[in-house]
């Protein structure tokens, strides 16, 4: 987690770069800091968010800077332990994305031939190692310092006694923008989407120079050329664009993700591997978890295919899977166990295949083959479009895989979405927000369904949420439930009503009020619950689809009663690149 930014041109620096962390923020947020050459290192760094602090730093002098935005993993979120760290000299400055696993040894090796330390932090350990090994070049400097360390690291270097900046990649993410006379590093495109489209992703292993008029490429000591990539994301979709957070926008932009992530693929596109493959394993995390607990209902429903799903974080614990596709699915491309698990299916010749949302995503280089969704930036912490737009591309999948028996019902599905859209849940969000805890249930794909409408709930809410299979409440969470333990049940009109509405009468009779989603029109349910929230009319495809849009609204709304931080929720971090 954290975000860099780094800026070498004509311009000052430090505007740009403090505009650039602002558009990182969802990466962490517990405190920043900038560094440029000015007279000297110049730099500012505080415990606390960017956007809140962003005047302190705006006196920064120079036309080259690097800044950092926190997601503390070694040592708390304090201004020391803010990023830029220093040299003992204060010669060399340098902003870090990842974890040096090794930086225990190296401190104390440093420790003992004379280096003092500031900060808590593993990445001090690398200002130390390249003031060791600078004479009169930074770039040989970090090339003899990256092969001592281990773990991950997106490294951005500066020296006011060289005009450039040194970059260096493995196993987190780092983007080169190249505009006129300009060069901009990242940790993704955000940032530099204002500026050009024009970009260069490093790979693992590489090392960067960047000055006004030059960029090279090292692979170790190896000069190498990377291709120049352009970026189709607009900077309109990084914007809040008169939304009152970049979750309520991107909730609005549903319908649209879907539309265009189904276009993704068609026959001729479809990858062989999913063409031909008699079994599938999926592994993800978080909301990318619950897409592919959906998928693998869908796909052995309709597919006859077995489907597998682990947490990516436990899959090393099982038994690989042997000869069966393995599909990674991570909207950002740079979750750490993901990346793991496929790189794991690899190891025991399995086919691959990632689904992501951003161009460049480290996933892309691990995967033997990659999809790309297209859901645009996604900035609000909680995922939402890019979840939806994960769906649309594995509802794809299925549909091409059964015979595209469900092409129309895809067709059409962003107007249901945006159906929902306009619902009115104020009588929802008023019970949810005085509760203690929220159960979510439902059956067959409504299950995954309410995990994720319990995960977005309690991630931006603070509110206790959990998702059940309705079936499990009454082994042990029937003992919670009270008139402040609402019960919000997903009652579809297919082969789960009747025991959905048994369900519901047992919670009823405890006590819990209920909250149900269910078919317009549907009296026999809406007569028994306490709200009902009436859906279109829709395919079980989209009924999953508008369920879950619901569920963000409801979660959205009730929030922003709370008063929370709705786009960057406590303790979070929107790309996990630590396992
Ligand atoms: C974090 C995010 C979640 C996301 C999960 C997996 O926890 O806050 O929204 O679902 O990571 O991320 P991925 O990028 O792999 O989908």
Redesign the pocket.
Known sequence: MCGIVGYIGRKTAAPIIIKGLKKLEYRGYDSFGIATIGSGIEICKHAGRISENARSALHLNGTIGIGHTRWATHGVPNDINAHPHTDCKNRIAIVHNGIIENYAILKRQLIARGHRFLSETDTEVIAHLIEENYKDNLLSAVQNIVPKLQGSFALLVISPEEERIIAARNASPLVIGIGDGEYFAASDMTPVLEYTERAVFLEDGDIASLSPANLEIYHGEKRVERSVELVDWSVEDTRKGGFAHYMLKEIYEQPQAFYDSTRTLDQETLPASVKKTSSVAIV??????HAGLIFKYLLEETCGIPARIEY?SEFKYFPPPVSCLVIG???????AD?LTALKQAKSHNCPTIAI?NVPGSSVSRIADTTIFMRAGPEIS???TK??IAQLAVLMQLVNLRSGEQFTKVLLHAHRAIEEVLLMDLSDAVSACKQAQSIFYVGRGPFYPVSLEGALKMK?ISYIHAEGYAAGELKHGPFALLSKDTPVIAICMPDETYGVMISNIKEMKARGAPVIALGIEGDSELADIVDIFIPLPKTHKFVQILTSLVVFQLLAYHTAVALQRDVDKPRN?????TVE
């Open positions: 993800a995390c978080g909301s990318s978890f990516a699915i991570t909207q950002s491309g740079e979750t993901t992501t912490v909680a995922a890019s979840f991630e979070l971090a929107k790309s996990v």
